[in-house]
C-alpha cells in the first residue's frame, strides 16, 4: 500500500470538496451524496492545514489553489476584531473559540511558508496576539468567549490547549520572536507536572512536543510525551468505537513521538518498536474506512457511520502522509 498516494488522494478529495466561495461541503451521507447540516470553522482551517502539509510533499497545484480559496472563505467570514481593532480573532455565532483561532494561525503560517504572502503572516501575529492577551487571571489560555457580551465560558475543550500551544510554537519557528517561545515553555512547564493530556491521548499535545523538542530536548517535556504515549499503548479503548478519527488521532500522535528529538542518555528502542507496530496495526485498520475516492467515513456502531466529513478525512490523511515520510511501508 502506497501510504503516501492515500494522502494525496485524500488531499484531493478535500479539493473537490471546495465550493465556489472557498467553503467545505462539510459533511455528506456517502450512500446518497446528500449534503448534511453543520459546519465548523476549526475543522475548515484544521483542513487547509492537512492539505497544504499534503502538498509540501507532492506540490499538486489544484491542492494550493484550493486551499487559497479556503484562505479566503476563512478570513472574509470569520475575521473578526474585538472590542478594538487591534484584537483580532475568528468568531464563529457569536463565539470566539481558542482552537478555532490555533488552526487558524496553523493554516495561515503553512500557506505564508508557500506563498510568502506577508498579509498571511500578520493575521497569524494578530491572532497569536490575541490568544496570549486574552489569558485568564490565572494565566490559563481562554478556550471559549462570547463576542457580544465577553463573557467567559466554562466551556473547556480536551484539545485547544495542544492545538494552541502548536500554533504559537510555530509562530516562533517561523519568526524567532521569542515572546512565543517564552508563553508556551511557560504554559508547558505547569501542564507537565499535571499529565495535561494523557487521559485524552492527546495528539496535539504530542505534536506541540515533537516541535518543541527541536529547541530543547527537556526530560520533563519528553516524560509528558512518554506518558501520553504509553497511555494510547496500554489504553486502546479508542480501537473498540470502530470509528476512523480517533483511530487516524492516535497515529498522528505516535508518529509524532516517533519524530521527537530524545534527550541525551534516553533508550527508548523497545517503546519506539511498541509505537511502530500499533500504528502499522491502525492505518490498516483506518484503511477499512477509506472510499474509492480518497475519503473517509466517520464508521461507528450507529446511524453515521457512512457520514464524511471534512476532518474524518484531514486526520486521516496527515496519518497516512506521516507514516510515509518515516520511510515505511504497510
Not at 1 to 6: C, G, R
Not at 144 to 164: C, P
Not at 271 to 300: A, K
Request: some cysteine.
Amino acid at each position: 500500500m502506497d501510504t503516501l498516494e492515500v494522502a494525496h488522494a485524500g488531499a484531493i478529495c478535500l479539493a473537490n470538496l471546495i465550493q465556489k466561495n472557498g467553503s467545505y461541503k462539510y459533511r455528506y451521507d456517502s450512500q446518497s451524496g446528500s449534503l448534511l447540516d453543520g459546519y465548523n470553522v476549526l475543522r475548515h482551517a484544521g483542513t487547509m492545514w492537512a492539505m497544504l502539509d499534503v502538498y509540501r510533499t507532492v506540490s499538486d497545484d489544484r491542492i494550493l489553489e484550493c486551499c487559497r480559496q479556503a484562505a479566503h472563505y476563512l478570513l472574509d467570514t470569520y475575521l473578526r476584531f474585538f472590542r478594538s481593532y487591534n484584537n483580532v480573532c475568528i468568531c464563529e455565532d457569536n463565539t470566539i473559540k481558542l482552537g478555532g483561532n490555533a488552526l487558524a494561525m496553523l493554516a495561515l503560517i503553512s500557506l505564508f511558508e508557500i506563498t510568502q504572502d506577508r498579509f498571511l503572516l500578520a493575521v497569524a501575529e494578530q491572532l497569536a496576539q490575541f490568544m496570549s492577551d486574552q489569558r485568564s487571571e490565572n494565566r490559563r489560555l481562554v478556550h471559549k468567549r462570547y463576542f457580544q457580551s465577553g463573557k467567559i465560558s466554562s466551556f473547556h475543550s480536551m484539545y485547544y490547549t495542544g492545538e494552541a500551544l502548536l500554533a504559537l510554537l510555530a509562530l516562533y519557528r517561523l519568526t524567532q520572536q521569542k515572546q512565543w517561545y517564552e508563553t508556551v515553555r511557560e504554559i508547558e512547564n505547569e501542564l507537565a507536572p499535571q499529565d495535561y493530556g494523557v487521559e485524552e491521548q492527546s495528539h496535539w499535545m504530542l505534536y506541540f512536543l515533537e516541535l518543541l523538542s527541536n529547541y530543547e530536548a527537556s526530560p520533563l517535556y519528553y516524560l509528558h510525551a512518554k506518558k501520553i504515549v504509553i497511555d494510547i499503548l496500554d489504553n486502546p479503548e479508542y480501537l473498540s468505537w470502530e470509528r476512523s478519527t480517533p483511530i487516524a488521532c492516535r497515529s498522528e500522535g505516535l508518529l509524532a513521538f516517533l519524530r521527537m528529538k530524545r534527550p541525551e542518555n534516553i533508550e527508548d528502542k523497545d517503546l519506539c518498536e511498541r509505537c511502530l507496530q500499533q500504528i502499522q496495526y491502525n492505518l490498516n485498520r483506518q484503511l477499512v474506512f477509506r472510499l474509492p475516492d480518497g475519503s473517509f467515513v466517520r464508521g461507528g456502531k450507529d446511524r453515521r457511520k457512512d457520514e464524511v466529513r471534512i476532518d474524518y478525512i484531514q486526520h486521516n490523511i496527515s496519518s497516512f502522509l506521516h507514516f510515509s515520510r518515516q520511510g515505511l511501508t504497510l
